[in-house]
């Protein structure tokens, strides 16, 4: 279990909504985020740390980062955002560099320099050649070869909310809750993973103890899921943007929130129930107990 923790650490901190103080951004461990800026889109992304994910696990968990588009690059499937964002200080460049060349330019057009005229010609095509070249998708890959339809299929849809944004429709004044509810959707696949692992090393099955855990574990699936199905319902299909419907769509959030924080505190006291040997059990039953008035509550929403 102990290979496990870093992944799951980075994991979380790259599902984990950002933290905004004095017009910056921090991650879930507090570290600053550089802002990713091109000509159309400004944000901040959280980059996976090296050597701890694989590929596909960047492409689960990053799919907006920098290194999940140069592994999208390499594949052959990348798009023209992807190389933006590879080479997102480009656009930047290029206007200054044609700004100088511009500005060299005009003096010598005026005086009919052939040879500087010829030269400027060059310069303004360089860089022009230079774009096909980082633009040929072709480039990045190291081979040449047509991916099956299903093993795109397995590396672009993990998680379920990862790419409803584009496809939804709704009042755009209600999308800034979408990513928020893709983000705990795919933290909570990950800590119902890592708890039904647990669930399986302390307690074998067959247990009544065991059996009753992954019951409560269904229940909260299928609670969790009823609200962020309840949520991005409200957000597609609402034709006003009032108090009322916000305050709806905040209190599924919040109950999603609420059964991940139970679930993250079981997973926590398996830990250590498993660490010390499984002396005693109560305080996992006790946990257990606080999970079922949780689903309870949760059902008034």
């Known amino acids: 279990m102990s290979t496990k ?4 650490k980075e994991i979380k901190r790259l599902t984990t909504p950002l ?10 461990e507090g570290n600053l985020l550089k802002c990713s800026e091109t000509l159309s889109d400004v944000r901040f992304i959280v980059e996976p740390k090296q050597d701890i994910l694989n590929d596909d696990e960047i492409l689960q968990y990053a799919p907006e980062s920098k290194s999940a588009s140069q592994i999208r690059l390499k594949r052959g499937f990348g798009s023209i955002k992807d190389v933006l964002l590879v080479h997102e200080s480009l656009p930047w460049i290029l206007g200054l560099y044609y700004t100088v060349i511009i500005s060299i330019a005009i003096p010598i057009t005026f005086s009919r320099n052939i040879f500087g005229m010829y030269l400027i010609l060059v310069l303004i095509i360089l860089p022009l050649l230079y774009l ?4 040929n998708h ?7 070869v047509k991916k099956p339809v299903e093993e795109t299929k397995k590396v672009e849809t993990p998680v379920q909310a990862t790419t409803a944004v584009e496809e939804s429709t709704g009042l755009e004044s ?24 647990l669930i399986e090393k302390r307690f074998e099955p067959p247990q009544i103890t065991y059996d009753k855990f992954m019951s409560s ?19 597609d299909l609402a034709v006003e943007d009032t108090p009322r419907v916000q305050d709806e769509i905040k209190g599924k959030i919040d109950a999603m929130k609420k059964i991940i924080d139970q679930i993250e505190d079981l ?7 498993i660490s010390s040997s499984g002396e005693s059990t109560d305080e996992v039953k006790n946990l257990l107990d606080d999970m079922e008035n949780l689903i309870e509550s949760v059902k008034d929403y």
């Open 5 to 8: 923790i870093p992944k799951l």
């Open 19 to 28: 933290t905004f103080r004095d017009f910056k951004a921090y991650d879930s």
């Open 132 to 135: 096909y070249y980082i633009f």
């Open 138 to 144: 072709k480039k990045y890959t190291k081979y040449t």
């Open 174 to 197: 209600l999308k800034r809750y979408e990513k928020e509810i893709n983000n705990l959707n795919v933290l909570f696949n990950v800590k119902e993973k890592v708890v039904r692992e």
């Open 217 to 235: 574990i269904d229940n909260c699936h299928k609670l969790f899921y009823a609200q962020s199905d309840a949520a991005s319902n409200i957000i």
């Open 267 to 273: 997973t926590n006291e398996l830990v250590i129930n």
